[in-house]
Structure formats: C-alpha cells, structure tokens
C-alpha cells in the first residue's frame, strides 16, 4: 500500500522497497549524514556503529500497515501517515540540518 500511496500523488515509486539496515551497514555503502528511523520497533534496537558516525533521530509515527478498516479507510490512513513524514521530513530540511 506504501508503493500505491506515491503512486496516488505521483511521486517516484519504481525500484522502491523496504530495507533492512544492514543493508547500509557494510564495506561498501553510501555516505550518510543522517539516519532518520520511523518504525517503533527500530526504536527499541540496539542500532549498529553507522559508518562515518552520522547523527541519528527516531520520529515516531504510526505504522500504516496495521490499521484496519475498509480499503478506502486503509488507502486514506496510509495517506495521512505520508503528510505526517512529509510534514517533519519538510521541517527538518527547512531548519539548519539538524536532526
């Protein structure tokens, strides 16, 4: 439902999935400034030592894909969810690049 929400506002959405982060924890990974993490249960993990030490944030917010209701509640809910990151995500790079 995450991929058919951008596709709904025609946002990029091909190539896009869910990641595990140590997919970004190797040898061989990109350069990242900041980690940003939105899942509850990332929040209770113990997180691996990020190369380069970026500075990290847990934003917490409801995760879609639990709700409940009919297909029009659920495409709605998962909308919301979207304007709340895209909200907080619109802040923080609109501050100095703080996390």
């Not at 896009?16 to 997919?23: I, L, N, T």
């Not at 350069?31 to 917490?60: F, K, L, R, S, Y």
């Not at 659920?74 to 895209?86: L, P, S, Y």
């Amino acid at each position: 439902m995450a991929l058919a929400t951008l596709k709904d506002l025609a946002l990029p959405h091909e190539g896009f999935r869910s990641k595990s982060w140590d997919e970004f924890a190797g040898d061989a990974v990109p350069v990242m400034h900041q980690i940003v993490t939105v899942c509850d249960n990332a929040a209770g993990e113990a997180c691996p030592v990020w190369p380069g030490h970026p500075a990290t944030a847990h934003w917490p917010f409801p995760d879609p894909a639990k709700f409940q209701g009919s297909d029009e509640e659920v495409r709605a809910h998962f909308r919301e969810v979207f304007a709340m990151i895209k909200k907080r995500l619109d802040l923080f790079l609109a501050s100095e690049g703080g996390v």
